[in-house]
Nanobody, 116 residues
């Protein structure tokens, strides 16, 4: 079965950086479109970034120029490099596999907290 395991969250000061990783199993990773979402307390889950099987990327407006999504098909890992972090980036970050015709597969989430 599909399994997505995130790591790399934590507490960081505003202006700092963090790198999140998501290890995928149970899929042919190199064909998968992967994404990062985030959900702050009391808010909906929002799309942060996506990366296609071909390596094309897209970002939410609030993170453009600060976050970078990447993938390592040899290791079945998708990463999110986050820089210039702001307190409003505080959220639980979820890795997702986007599958056509069905709901995304989700990881368990990792907490990112940015202090001011």
């Amino acid at each position: 079965q599909v399994q997505l395991v995130e790591s790399g969250g934590g507490l960081v000061q505003a202006g700092g950086s963090l790198r999140l990783s998501c290890a995928a199993s149970g899929i042919i990773f190199r064909f998968a479109t992967m994404a990062w979402y985030r959900q702050a307390p009391g808010k909906q889950r929002d799309l942060v970034a996506t990366i296609t099987s071909g390596g094309s990327t897209s970002y939410g407006d609030s993170v453009k120029g600060r976050f970078t999504i990447s993938r390592d098909n040899a290791k079945n890992i998708v990463s999110l490099q986050m820089s210039s972090l702001k307190p409003e980036d505080t959220a639980v970050y979820y890795c997702a596999l986007l599958a056509t015709g069905r709901a995304p597969y989700w990881g368990q989430g990792t907490q990112v907290t940015v202090s001011s």
